[in-house]
C-alpha cells in the first residue's frame, strides 16, 4: 500500500523543507486518512510552525495509515497551490464577532476572484492589536496568512520600502489563496520631513500592485490586508491605496461578558465577584487594556494574600478597585480613558432646579429614544461663577445615569504643533464614541473655544481652527444621541457665538449663588455628611444662618476643611499627651467651626455677583 503526499504551498515556510522525521513520527501510530484530505504536521524542532500536506495519491480509500503498513512518499515535484481547511476554535466569542465583516468580505473575494481586475486592498482601524483578528479569519476562510511587521520599514527611503514590499507580496503571491497582512501600517510608509516619500511609495506600490494579479498561479485570490490604530496616522495619498475600508465594531455587552468569563475560568474569583462592574467601568476599553487590568487584579489579590499570610488568591471587588485606580494613575495607555465617577446627587446640596433641567434633558433621550428622534439636544453648557458646581453636577449625572465620564480642561487640548490640537479633538471625539454611551465634559470651555478672528495673540489661528474642528465634530454626534456634550464656563459672553446655536449647545443652564437658606443648609449637609460632630450643641441651621450669603459651594467646601484642619491640630495635641494609647479619630465639635468663620472671606464680592446675575438677564 502507498501514500502520497503533495506539500501545500505557504509563506512560512520553504518549498524544500524537509520534515521526513516528523511525518514518520506522525504516521508512527494508525491515521485514519482519505484522499484530497488535509494534515498538519508540527516540525519537533519548530513546533510553532505547521506544515501542511494534501493527500494527493492513496492506494485504497479512508483506511488507517502507519509506517508499518504503508509506503509514504513526499512529492517534491509536485508542490501544491490549495485552499486551508479551517483549523481555528470557535470558542473565542469576541475574535468570532469582530471578524465576522472580514470573514464575508473574505469568502466574496474567494467567489468572484475571476471578476476580480486587480489585487482587492482593506484598510483595518479601530484597534490596536489585529493579528488574532487576521488569523482566525483566514483560518475560517481557507487562506494562508503571512504577516508583514511594517516597524522593520521605518526609516528606510522610498525605494527601498517599495522593493521590500514587493518582494512580501511576490512571497505570497507564490502561496495563493493568501492574505498579506502589514500590520500597523502606519511605519510602513511613515510620514517625514520629505514630503513626496508618500507619493513616490503609494505611486510605486499602485502600479505593481494592478501588475500583479496577471502573474498569479491558478487563479487564486490574493488579498492585501493593512491594520492601523487610527485612520489620522495615514496621509490622503497612503489612504487612496486602498479599496475598502472596514471598522471593528464595539463588542456588545453580552460578548464582552463572556470574554470576561472565559478570561478568569481558571482563576478562582469570590462568589460576590461582581463581572457587571468590570464591564461597565471599563466599557469602550479595547481588549487588550481590559486584560491589562485584569493582570493587576490578579497581582492585588497576590500582595493582598501575601500580607494576610494566606495561601489561598482570590479575586474580589476590592482588588479589582485597587488595580482599576492603579490602571487610571499609571495610564497603561497614553489615552485618556473613560470611566464612571463616584459623585452622587446627595454629594450635591441645592441647585434643584439645575439638576431638574438637566435631568430633563438627558434623562427623557436615554429612556425613550424613539420618541425624540432627531430632537434630542446635542449639548448643555452650564454657566456662572466659578465654585458653584458646575463639574460636580456634571459627574453626577454619568453616576446616576451609569454614563461613561470622559472630562478635559480647554488648555490640555491646546499644542504647540501646527495641526495637533484639531487632532487632539478629533482622537477625543473617538474616545467619546467608543466609550459610548457617554458624556463629554469640557471644562473651562471658553479658554478652548474663544471666539473667532478677536484674538491678538493668535497669530498664528490656532485657536481659529480648534473652534472650527469642534463645531465639526459637535455637528457630527446629532445622530449619535448616545454621546451627551456638556461645557462649562465661567465667561460665556467670550464664546464663539457659533457654539451657543441650535444642534450645538443649545441649552444653556445657569450655576450661581443660592440666597435660599434651604439650599445653603443642603449644601453645607452634603459636606459635612461624612464628619464625626461630637457636639450635639452645634446646630447646622443657625451655623449657615450666620454665614456670610455671597458663599459658593466651594466657599463652604473651604470653610469646612478649614474647621476640620482645626480638629485635626486638636487631636494630634491630645495624642502627644497620651502615653499609652493613640487615637486616630477625627471629631468635630461646636467651635471648630465657628473659630473658622471670622478667617474666612467669600471668594466672589457683591460686584462680581451682580456682574454674574446680568450675564444671566441678559
Partial sequence: MELRLSLIRSPHYSDTINVDEDLQDYFSEPRQVKLNEQITIRPLLQPELEVHFLISSLTKDDILVSCDNCRIIVDTKNVRQEKLTSTCSQSNETIVFISQRLCQMLTTFNIQWSKQTSIPTILLHGIDDFNPLVDYACHQCGYHCHTVSSQLFAGDS?????????????????????????????????????????????????????????????????????????????????????????????????????????????????????????????????????????????????????????????????????????????????????????????????????????????????????????????????????????????????????LNFLSVRGPELLNMYVGQSEQNVRDLFERARLASPCILFFDELDSLAPRRGRSSSDSSGVSDRLVSQLLTEIDQQQEEHHIFIIGATNRPDLLDDSLLRPGRFDKLIYIGISNEHEDRRQMFQALTQKFKIIDEQFDADAFVRSCPLNMTGADFYALASDAYLRAIRRLITNNQEKEDEYDQTVELIKSDFYDALPNFTPSLDENEIRQYERLQKS
Fill in 158 to 402: 522610498a525605494a527601498a520600502t517599495i522593493k521590500r514590499i514587493e518582494q512580501s507580496i511576490q512571497l505570497a503571491a507564490k502561496c495563493t489563496p493568501c492574505v498579506l497582512f502589514f500590520n500597523h501600517v502606519n511605519f510602513l510608509c511613515k510620514l517625514t520631513d520629505v514630503e513626496n516619500d508618500d507619493a513616490i511609495v503609494t505611486n510605486g506600490l499602485r502600479k505593481f500592485i494592478q501588475t500583479i494579479k496577471s502573474t498569479l498561479i491558478n487563479n487564486s485570490p490574493l488579498i492585501i490586508l493593512a491594520g492601523v490604530s487610527r485612520l489620522h496616522l495615514l496621509s490622503e495619498q497612503v489612504l487612496s491605496l486602498f479599496s475598502y475600508t472596514l471598522s471593528i465594531p464595539t463588542i456588545p455587552m453580552e460578548i464582552r461578558k463572556e470574554w470576561l468569563r472565559n478570561r478568569l475560568l481558571n482563576i478562582l474569583v469570590a462568589d460576590d465577584f461582581n463581572y457587571d462592574l468590570i464591564l461597565a467601568q471599563t466599557k469602550g476599553w479595547p481588549i487588550v487594556e481590559i486584560d491589562q487590568l485584569i493582570r493587576l487584579t490578579i497581582e492585588a489579590a497576590y500582595w493582598r494574600s501575601l500580607e494576610s499570610s494566606d495561601m489561598l488568591v482570590m479575586l474580589t471587588n476590592a482588588d479589582f478597585e485597587i488595580a482599576l485606580k492603579k490602571s487610571h494613575s499609571s495610564k497603561l495607555t497614553s489615552q485618556r480613558k473613560a470611566m464612571i465617577p463616584n459623585v452622587h446627587w446627595s454629594d450635591i446640596g441645592g441647585l434643584a432646579m439645575a439638576k431638574k433641567e438637566i435631568l430633563n434633558t438627558i434623562q427623557l433621550p436615554l429612556i425613550h429614544p424613539d420618541l425624540f428622534g432627531d430632537l434630542a439636544r446635542t449639548g448643555i453648557l452650564l454657566y456662572g461663577p466659578p465654585g458653584s458646581g458646575k463639574t460636580l453636577l456634571a459627574k453626577a449625572v454619568a453616576t446616576e445615569f451609569s
